[in-house]
């Protein structure tokens, strides 16, 4: 909201400094806040708009700077893998990022015996006879651990526990839910190879590997031993307890869990791991800035806002219209997602959003909601101080073949007469345009474009790419683009310059991407969805009916990059990307998804 005087008209644009972000590190025992962010005034010129009167006044301010800091909950992890997955590498790295409490049941029995604690001294009797220590004796020790005051300041991580139903049914009923359940997938062959290699050095106690990590001297080498439990045939009957038992207690957390890739290199995994933690951060600190009251949902084992809003995945997509809380849902998540890749300093952006509504292929296509989410967008950055040129491509060709995608017809000018608030943004911070370099003016700070799409003998590529031009560094987002090359008016694809054009077309980078999943050829049921926000990974959930009237939609796999079909058919199949793909199978209908 603007403030007005007789003489004067003061807007104040908050814009983060980079230099003075700060990042997390392992010393610091606030890693689960919001990072401290550092904002200040820009004091150059600036023009800004009274929306009450739509009068243009040039406008300087002074230096001030701001301190701002939100504290949003801590994270809660759970991380479960097979013997040799790499479990302990990972939870070395999520720690020194995130700065989480590492909680292992193996590292709190030994700390109980040793201190002598009433615990320790009854799990120290099961241990020297021989006996595995009793569930409720380990939930104990966890849920003292988890009470300490680091624990609740920092978040914790709670690494391979819990390992059999029971155990985890006890942490429920405790109120111990994670935010996320964390496996690290991994085929036989690999953890096995991985075990068998594996060699001691009895005097240094260091852990060689002969493939992986070969020992650095002949000496060393000599000196080497197997260790008992490294045999092919002990780690194999490891790894059937572990499938056993991770199933049972995995069952306790379905609508959390995030399978990752753990045969891929370390760094490889814990981007995986960093982007999805990352995003949880984000979403609790969302929460918090917001001022919604939050509450965790123990069925769902989430942190969730007190209205019941969805994170990930929003229920009752199949029911058209869209209920408004089905619209502003996507519209909330599209806008964060832009605004994240502008504050990075991405200036070519896509978002692809194919929701029903949004599907000019369904004879559900609505029109409005394109339009509704463009004003979304627009309004929000037009708040932020930005003047935004919307911009709808015009009639193309000459003579019979002029014309527009049906898909554009009459956009123009629902533009023209939207309601764009009650302060007179249109025309003063948001104006509406047409595709090309003529449209680019100096003022424009950013530029939205809505659905350019070529069509039967005519290219929109060459107007665009003049006005990106144009634009030079300005941000360009586009909207639902579909850019890929049509027939010429002969039937025949129009070849010259066919290479380019598309290498243009790739060079947006996607900031948000959003598709449900069918079977092939049909739009009926939903089967799951793909959804990436920036700067996170791509996330693939399969939708499950839990009763009549009710479904959710829980998540199979995260992806550093656009998932391809085979991958997606490997995921619905619960197979990993080492696994011998099948060309038949239900899920091979899924091929034209994409």
């Not at 230099?19 to 919001?34: A, F, V």
């Not at 949880?280 to 969302?286: E, M, T, V």
């Not at 144009?470 to 070849?495: F, H, Y």
């Not at 900031?511 to 049921?525: D, N």
């Amino acid at each position: 909201m603007l403030n007005s005087t007789p003489t004067s008209f003061h807007r104040a644009t908050l814009t983060p400094s980079p230099s003075l972000l700060s990042t997390p590190s392992s010393s610091s025992t606030h890693h689960s806040s919001l990072h401290l962010r550092s904002f200040c005034f820009h004091s150059q010129p600036l023009r800004l708009c009274n929306h009450r009167c739509n009068t243009q006044l040039p406008l300087t301010t002074k230096t001030l700077k701001v301190n701002c800091s939100i504290r949003s909950e801590p994270l809660k992890v759970m991380i479960s893998g097979a013997p040799a997955s790499g479990k302990g590498t990972q939870c070395e790295l999520i720690v020194q990022k995130f700065g989480l409490v590492h909680i292992s049941t193996g590292d709190l029995l030994r700390a109980e015996v040793a201190a002598g604690t009433e615990i320790g001294k009854k799990a120290k009797e099961f241990m020297n006879a021989g006996q595995l220590v009793p569930d409720e004796i380990v939930t104990a020790m966890v849920a003292g651990r988890l009470s300490h005051e680091d624990a609740k300041q920092r978040g914790w991580l709670l690494d391979g526990y819990p390992r059999s139903l029971g155990q985890a049914q006890t942490l429920d009923k405790m109120q111990i839910r994670p935010d996320v359940y964390i496996v690290l997938d991994v085929p036989d062959e690999i953890l096995i190879d991985r075990c068998v290699g594996r060699r001691l050095d009895p005097v240094t106690g260091k852990i060689y590997h002969l493939k992986f990590f070969p020992p650095e001297t002949e000496e060393i080498k000599a000196r080497l031993i197997t260790r008992p439990d490294d045999t092919e045939e002990k780690v194999k009957s490891r790894l059937d307890i572990y499938k056993k038992n991770a199933e049972a207690a995995s069952s306790s957390y379905s609508s959390i869990t995030h399978k990752i890739d753990g045969s891929l290199s370390k760094d490889a995994v814990f981007k995986e791991i960093e982007s999805l933690l990352s995003q949880l951060q984000q979403d609790k600190a969302n929460i918090v800035k917001s001022g919604e009251k939050s509450n965790l949902d123990t069925k769902k084992g989430r942190t969730s806002l007190s209205q019941d809003k969805w994170r990930g995945i929003p229920t009752r997509l199949n029911n058209i219209p869209h209920s408004r809380e089905i619209r502003k849902y996507f519209y909330d998540d599209v806008l964060q997602a832009t605004q994240r890749a502008i504050s990075d300093g991405k200036t070519r952006l896509k978002v692809d959003i194919n929701i029903p509504e949004l599907n000019p292929e369904m004879d559900v296509y609505r029109i409005g909601t394109l339009m509704e989410l463009v004003r979304a967008l627009a309004l929000s950055f037009a708040d932020d101080g930005k003047r935004v040129k919307v911009c709808v491509q015009g009639s193309m060709g000459e003579g019979a073949l002029a014309g527009m995608p049906l898909q554009l017809a009459g956009t123009r000018k629902i533009l023209e007469f939207m309601d764009w608030g009650d302060y007179g943004a249109k025309g003063t911070f948001i104006n509406i345009g047409s595709i090309g370099a003529a449209e680019v003016e100096e003022q424009d700070d950013m530029y939205i474009l809505v659905a350019p799409q070529n069509a039967v003998g005519n290219c929109i590529i060459d107007d665009l790419r003049a006005m990106t031009n144009a634009a030079e560094r300005r941000p360009v987002v586009l909207i639902n683009a579909r850019l890929k090359d049509l027939p010429g008016s002969s039937g025949i694809m129009q070849t010259m310059g066919r290479d380019q054009r598309l290498k243009y077309a790739a060079s947006f980078e996607s900031c948000y991407f959003f598709r449900l999943l069918y079977y092939a050829g049909t739009q009926y049921p939903i089967m799951g969805a793909i959804r990436m926000t920036y700067p996170y990974a791509y996330e693939l959930y399969k939708r499950v009916d839990e009763s009549p009237g009710k479904e959710k939609y829980v998540i199979l796999s995260t992806f550093p990059e656009r998932p391809t079909t085979i991958e997606i058919n490997d995921a619905f199949e619960g197979k990993t990307s080492n696994e011998t793909r099948k060309a038949s199978g239900i899920w091979g209908f899924l091929s034209g998804i994409l």
